[in-house]
């Protein structure tokens, strides 16, 4: 799943295999203890976690007949299904998932003997139907079956509706799915465990008009006469795990397929946006044949479809043969969209893709494993797209990824990537930075330390013995290091199962390089200082005139490595893929910072930046160092160091007070006029995409943070310009355009935004006005944009991400916040649950400390039931904000004054 998101063993036990080969600082029952895990030191090392709320494996599933038929008016459905079980052990009662269904009628037939009826009680806390029968079910092959209704709910969770309206303004309704990661028992009673896998046959009962899409293609479509519906039965599918069905029913239309090794892949959407599924058909057939030659595998279904839903409350689903998307990550108009529109499409679509393999074919054993999905589908989304589109440079724009999973993984409140997971809304909170972005950043680290050809033999090996079946996170180091003949393991646990990672210190002692490791914090307490990793350190210097490159691997707390003559320059993480930070004595960063352009790539220069902030922000480096630093950049013309740089200058201006803004503004525009002038307002001939998004993302800043009264004046003139005739702008620059106008605007632009973002020609148009809403600063019309994150007028899916922007705009903060808190319960009851914990993120620009003190007091009474460590982690990101803010304000004022000047 995008983000936006295995089988049990039947003795249900899970192996850290890993303390028993190496001693890794802290022990093991220190970091698991620290995370809520249960030891049991008679097994040796074996973590046992409290079982009790799993299914018993008495009886276990082998295929689902399932027929539903949904009415899309009453948002209600009625279904009935025939699982064949497996009987192990003799039982009289059958445990399963069932969660918002009523269950009518229970029967089990073994072989050819007659049929028990059954009778059933619903365990609703623990999402459970019990089944009863009146003797015991003996060992062997039986069927279940059982009819039963529910809802066509609104949480976008399990079988829900969505709504559109069409272009003359009516209402149409849709049903469509999301079961990950425990919601298909809310469209039919199973065993909806990933370990459980089965095989399913759906048939779908339908109006006539009306579009049915499932897992696999459709074998017949037969009407059913005087009904006014028709049947349509699809083939089955392999044997998977039940939160990769999917079933959508509505007003549907297609591209054309276009085939890849004989699978026909289409694009689905709802009416009148059939012509916004071209680019995602693209990166569709291109990653498909990528992954295909790359795993080695055939594609595991026989279609694929893409279905964009209007309403979907993350960025898309890997359910097999029919992924759906939120619209804005499939459907978009070549023309109109900015580079970095068309590149999450592109991201998306490959990530999802990726799934198909990894995740669906070879699925986690249980949601601890999540990683295994989610880090390898966002690892192959960068090698598809890298491939496909070259230009783009996508694993140098990784970077910004890596950068944010560095961020939250140098909090005390991170966790491992494999983490204990035991609650359904345990394993609804792992779909976060850490699973996707760290998970993708050490295999990235771990694929160069070996090589790629090496790693993906690996791969390969990894899938060929686990496919149609369930994985460990053992099993996929036993693979590789079968394949590399290396210990991979004891390399990589010290990254899965260890929270955080180490800072390189990096200095010169005669003709010896010495490298230390230990553990960075945003706030140092001096816990966990004898925490260690194995760190392939990637080394690149000058020698005599000579470049040298060497890999090492760090396992100690310090490494000395002999030269053979005083070095020019030294980079340590050359190439950018370790994921660890640098910290350079100043005489070896004075030698990088005079040849910036000339030694360092720009991956590189992007890590020098973001290290160096991170230091400043921790207390490590002082802040004014960190602008100094920053004003060596002015002839940079990398588009992800830029970010790097405008984010940081984002931050300050959160953190300083209103005062403090003016001398900030100087700042910023000192350090973006000389850029923006040489870049202009219009692409030249010749000009790389990557330079047209730059352009625009420094025009954004320079209007609105920099506050630079020419830029805004030719933004509101080139935006006219851009209302009159689109494709006389760039749309790169269309976004900075948008925002500008929206930061020096009134209520005349916020009705005509309003306006534009219903009647907006793309999903990405849509979005663009509806979010810029929120940067108004006005506060009557921040006002307005509260009361639309409640009142209907913005899409569930959107209100959350909405109010988020406005918890994020500094003129309205404290109103939002305020807002948040007095309507928070009907906010629980409208958002879907995994959007909560995203909307608090809004809360990390709340830089006051009785903002601070207030946040962490409502949150300790208003516990987040998916999301308890994401806002332990937004609570800590704002203390180190507060923090940074009381240290150093009146150096920063200091420093700022004295440049305004100037």
């Known amino acids: 799943m995008e983000a936006l998101l295995a089988a049990l063993p039947r003795v249900p036990v899970f192996c850290y295999s890993w303390c028993l080969r190496q001693a890794v600082q802290p022990p093991l029952t220190a970091i698991l203890s620290s995370q809520g895990a249960i030891m049991d030191t008679r097994t040796h090392g074996t973590i046992v976690l409290d079982q009790s709320y799993l299914l018993p494996t008495t009886v276990t599933p082998e295929r689902y007949e399932i027929r539903l038929t949904p009415d899309l008016q009453r948002c209600t459905f009625t279904g009935e299904e025939t699982v064949s079980v497996q009987v192990h052990e003799p039982v009289q009662q059958v445990v399963l998932h069932a969660c918002e269904l009523t269950i009518h009628t229970v029967s089990a037939t073994h072989r050819d003997e007659e049929t028990l009826p059954g009778t059933v009680t619903l365990d609703e806390a623990n999402e459970r139907a019990v089944l009863h029968f009146p003797r015991v079910l003996r060992p062997g092959l039986w069927r279940l079956h059982l009819t039963f209704s529910g809802i066509l709910n609104d949480k976008l969770h399990g079988f829900y509706r969505s709504t559109y309206k069409t272009p003359d303004g009516q209402e149409k309704i849709l049903a469509s799915t999301q079961f990950e990661s425990t919601d298909a028992r809310r469209a039919f009673p199973c065993w909806d465990e990933p370990a459980l896998k089965a095989v399913f046959q759906t048939t779908l009962v339908i109006d006539e008009g009306l579009t049915a899409i499932s897992n696999t293609a459709i074998v017949r479509e037969t009407p059913l006469p005087g009904t006014g519906k028709k049947e349509v039965v699809f083939a089955e599918t392999i044997k998977m795990s039940t939160y990769l069905v999917a079933f959508i029913v509505g007003e549907?239309?297609?591209?054309?397929?276009?085939?890849?090794?004989?699978?026909?892949?289409?694009?689905?959407?709802?009416?009148?946006?059939?012509?916004?599924?071209?680019?995602?058909?693209?990166?569709?057939?291109?990653?498909?044949?990528?992954?295909?030659?790359?795993?080695?595998?055939?594609?595991?279904?026989?279609?694929?479809?893409?279905?964009?839903?209007?309403?979907?409350a993350s960025g898309a689903m890997e359910n097999l043969g029919a992924i759906t998307f939120r619209e804005t990550a499939l459907l978009v108009d070549e023309k109109t969209a900015a580079r970095s529109e068309l590149e999450r499409v592109a991201d998306v679509v490959a990530h999802e893709n990726a799934h198909m393999w990894f995740g669906d074919l070879v699925t986690m054993r249980w949601w601890n494993g999540l990683w295994l999905n989610e880090a390898f589908a966002t690892f192959m989304e960068m090698l598809a797209v890298d491939h496909w589109k070259p230009e783009w440079q996508r694993w140098t724009s990784f970077a910004v990824s890596r950068a944010a999973a560095l961020l939250v993984d140098g909090l005390k409140s991170t966790r491992s990537i494999e983490f204990p997971v035991r609650l359904p809304e345990e394993?609804?909170?792992?779909?976060?930075?850490?699973?996707?972005?760290?998970?993708?950043?050490?295999?990235?680290?771990?694929?160069?330390?070996?090589?790629?050809?090496?790693?993906?033999?690996?791969?390969?090996?990894?899938?060929?013995?686990?496919?149609?079946?369930?994985?460990?996170?053992?099993?996929?180091?036993?693979?590789?290091?079968?394949?590399?003949?290396?210990?991979?393991?004891?390399?990589?646990?010290?990254?899965?199962?260890?929270?955080?990672?180490?800072?390189?210190?990096?200095?010169?002692?005669?003709?010896e390089l010495r490298l230390t490791q230990q553990i960075f914090r945003y706030l140092q307490d001096g816990s966990d200082s004898d925490r260690l990793w194995q760190v392939p350190i990637f080394l690149r210097l000058q020698v005599n005139g000579t470049i040298q490159h060497h890999t090492l691997l760090l396992t100690e707390r310090e490494m000395r490595v002999p030269l053979s003559g005083d070095p020019t320059w030294v980079v340590v993480n050359a190439g950018g893929h370790g994921f660890y930070r640098v910290r350079y004595t100043p005489e070896l960063r004075q030698?990088?910072?005079?040849?910036?352009?000339?030694?360092?790539?720009?991956?590189?220069?992007?890590?020098?930046?973001?290290?160096?902030?991170?230091?400043?922000?921790?207390?490590?480096?002082?802040?004014?160092e960190y602008l100094d630093l920053l004003t060596l950049f002015r002839d940079e013309t990398d588009h992800n160091v830029w970010t790097a740089i405008v984010g940081s200058c984002h931050y300050l201006y959160r953190m300083l007070d209103p005062t403090q803004r003016p001398a900030l503004q100087t700042f910023i525009r000192t350090l973006l006029l000389p850029v923006t002038k040489r870049l202009g307002w219009s692409p030249q001939p010749g000009e790389s995409e990557l330079i047209s998004q730059l352009r625009g993302e420094l025009l954004g800043a320079l209007g609105t943070i920099g506050n630079d009264v020419e830029t805004q004046a030719e933004a509101r003139a080139r935006y006219a310009q851009y209302r009159a005739n689109r494709e006389s702008v760039d749309p790169n620059i269309v976004p900075a355009l948008v925002s500008i106008v929206a930061y020096t605007g009134g209520a005349k632009e916020y009705e005509e935004y309003r306006a534009a973002s219903k009647t907006a020609s793309t999903p990405q148009e849509e979005q663009r006005y509806q979010f810029a809403l929120a940067s108004f600063r006005q506060p009557e019309l921040i006002e307005q944009t509260l009361q639309m994150t409640l009142n209907g007028e913005v899409r569930t899916q959107n209100a959350p991400y909405l109010m988020r922007?406005?918890?994020?705009?500094?003129?309205?903060?404290?109103?939002?916040?305020?807002?948040?808190?007095?309507?928070?319960?009907?906010?629980l009851r409208q958002y879907p649950d995994?959007?909560?914990?995203?909307?608090?993120?809004?809360?990390?620009?709340?830089?006051?400390?009785?903002?601070?003190?207030?946040?962490?007091?409502?949150?300790?009474?208003?516990?987040?039931?998916q999301g308890a460590k994401t806002i332990e982690q937004h609570l800590e990101k704002l203390q180190v904000a507060v923090a940074c803010k009381q240290r150093e304000a009146a150096n920063l004022e200091s420093y700022l004054a004295r440049g305004s000047k100037e």
């Open 252 to 312: 549907f239309e297609s591209t054309d397929p276009v085939f890849v090794d004989g699978t026909p892949i289409r694009i689905w959407s709802v009416p009148g946006k059939r012509h916004l599924g071209k680019f995602g058909l693209e990166i569709a057939a291109a990653s498909l044949a990528f992954f295909r030659q790359y795993y080695g595998l055939p594609y595991p279904g026989d279609k694929l479809d893409l279905i964009a839903i209007p309403d979907f």
């Open 427 to 511: 394993a609804a909170g792992m779909f976060d930075i850490l699973t996707y972005e760290k998970g993708a950043s050490v295999l990235r680290m771990l694929e160069q330390y070996l090589g790629p050809e090496t790693f993906r033999a690996g791969i390969n090996l990894y899938l060929r013995k686990h496919q149609y079946s369930n994985a460990e996170t053992t099993d996929l180091w036993d693979a590789i290091e079968e394949s590399a003949g290396q210990p991979v393991r004891a390399l990589m646990d010290t990254w899965v199962f260890q929270a955080g990672y180490p800072l390189i210190t990096v200095g010169l002692e005669g003709r």
């Open 591 to 624: 030698q990088l910072t005079t040849r910036l352009q000339n030694i360092l790539s720009a991956v590189e220069r992007f890590n020098l930046v973001n290290d160096t902030w991170a230091a400043a922000v921790a207390g490590l480096t002082p802040m004014v």
């Open 805 to 827: 922007a406005l918890l994020m705009n500094t003129e309205g903060r404290e109103r939002a916040w305020a807002f948040m808190k007095e309507h928070w319960q009907e906010m």
């Open 834 to 865: 995994n959007s909560i914990p995203r909307m608090c993120e809004g809360i990390t620009a709340l830089v006051t400390p009785a903002l601070e003190a207030d946040a962490r007091e409502f949150f300790a009474t208003h516990p987040v039931k």
